[in-house]
């Protein structure tokens, strides 16, 4: 008896702790101006998440809009990610608007990866009914074997991009250096 009490607390606590793991942002208003983020050195990482949920992340309902972000990572092996409006792990945005207007994203160093994503749904993701705009969205990786990878309003991992806009003006990807390789997506389902 006093295993099987056990056994059904464990259970309760595990699917307490798996739905608390889980991402949402649901009938919500998210506004940045002027975010800055900076790393520097050896093996730098800066990260910034604007309006990102994650773990079978979900944006439904929701309004998210970032102006003048700025995401930096300087040194050997860095790395900058820069997030806005974003859902991962059966990601899904729903009935929503991401907007980004003047996000600066940069990687610059050896070996050096910048990733940026707007409006984006990765790992089996989909995106409903949603309008994403970007306009002037820079993503530099500089530095030799450097990448940069950019994506704007999409769905990745058996994707789904279904009654959406996506309207993207003066997006920049580059990557320069010896051997360096830049990736951009914009309105995509793969």
Avoid: H, P, W
Avoid at 23 to 44: P, Q
Avoid at 59 to 75: D, Q, R
Wanted: glycine share 14%.
């Amino acid at each position: 008896m006093q295993v099987v009490r056990k056994a059904s607390i464990l259970v309760a606590l595990g699917l307490a702790f798996g739905g608390a793991m889980a991402g949402e942002i649901t009938g919500s208003t998210v506004l940045s101006t002027g975010a800055v983020n900076t790393s520097a050195g050896f093996l730098a990482t800066a990260r910034q998440n604007i309006g990102v949920a994650e773990q079978n992340g979900k944006i439904t309902n929701s309004t998210v809009i970032v102006n003048g972000a700025n995401n930096t990572a300087a040194g050997f092996l860095s790395t900058a990610t820069q997030n806005v409006g974003r859902a991962t792990q059966n990601g899904k945005i729903t009935n929503s608007t991401i907007i980004g207007t003047g996000l600066n994203n940069v990687a610059a160093g050896f070996l050096s990866t910048a990733t940026q994503e707007v409006g984006f749904a990765k790992d089996n993701g989909e995106v409903v009914n949603s309008t994403v705009i970007a306009n002037g969205a820079s993503n530099t990786a500089a530095g030799f074997l450097s990448t940069a990878r950019q994506q704007i309003g999409g769905a990745q991992g058996n994707g789904k991009l279904t009654n959406s806009t996506v309207f993207a003006t003066a997006q920049v990807n580059s990557a320069g250096g010896f051997l360096s390789t830049a990736d951009q997506s914009v309105g995509v389902a793969k």
